[in-house]
């Protein structure tokens, strides 16, 4: 298991990839403007690039996250609320680190600062029905 800053990455970025798919609207789908990408694969080059963005995020950021009152809240399912918030907090969904309980006030506001210093990530699905970054 591949571990940076206390995290497991797999978990992280199986929840990152969940809340881009959620949170993204599938432009191609004619019938239905609200139709997001849940459900659709992501390509193994569109899964590497988020993997390698994620990688360099944890272990760039590694000294706010190993805080041990971070780490004692993401034991079990909470590791999976990491990738979701990242997500969510990139790309100024009006959720994420900061919203909830899940991380004190001070610790929401770094992580969201750090989150929205990462580019916004467009995906759209390719000819062969996966999802790619644009």
Known sequence: MNTIAGLCV????????QAALWSTTNPDNEDNDDTNLDGYE????????????LVKFLSDNSAV????E??????GEKADQFGF???MTQHRHGVGFWEDDT???????????????????N????EGGLVDIA
């Open 70 to 75: 971070i780490l004692d809240r993401l034991a």
């Open 65 to 68: 996250i190993e805080k041990a």
């Open 10 to 17: 797999s978990t992280v970025l199986s929840s990152y990839i």
């Open 103 to 121: 991380w004190s006030k001070k610790e929401g506001e770094e992580l969201t600062s750090l989150a929205q210093k990462l580019p916004e990530i």
């Open 42 to 53: 992501v390509s193994e080059d569109c899964e590497q690039k988020l993997r390698e963005m």
């Open 123 to 126: 995906l759209y699905v390719n």
């Open 85 to 87: 918030d990242l997500w």
